[in-house]
């Protein structure tokens, strides 16, 4: 019963794992698209609060022998540390 249910249906089935390849294929590129598209926005975010940053006050213009200069040398010092980039410039 099961064995006749089984041959007797492959038209069926066919169709069905067609229908199931085609959603997939259409679900796998628009799921990319959309986590490319946060990625994105959060690197935009990223990017701009470091602009944000360097350009504060706080910096004082990153100026030549002001502190700002320094704290703005240990802010990028850190994003390249968190990024797991090494430079021959850390100390110096």
Same mark, same amino acid.
């Not at 019963?1 to 069926?12: L, R, V």
């Not at 628009?30 to 698209?33: A, I, K, Q």
């Not at 986590?35 to 946060?38: D, E, G, I, V």
């Not at 704290?71 to 802010?75: D, G, Q, T, V």
């Given at each position: 019963? @099961? =064995?006749? +249910? @089984?041959? =007797?249906? +492959?038209?069926?089935r066919t169709a069905a794992?067609?229908?199931?390849?085609?959603l997939g294929l259409l679900v796998v590129p628009?799921?990319?698209?959309a986590?490319?598209?946060?990625d994105d926005q959060a690197t935009e975010?990223?990017?701009a609060e470091a602009a944000k940053y360097l350009a504060s006050e706080e910096c004082e213009g990153r =100026? @030549? =022998?002001t502190k700002g200069i320094k704290?703005?040398?240990?802010?990028i010092a850190r994003q390249f540390a968190a990024a797991g980039l090494k430079t021959d410039l850390a100390d110096g």
């Open positions: 019963m @099961i =064995g006749s +249910w @089984i041959t =007797g249906n +492959w038209k069926y794992t067609s229908v199931l390849i085609a628009c799921l990319s698209s986590m490319a598209r946060a975010s990223r990017l =100026g @030549i =022998g704290l703005a040398a240990e802010f």
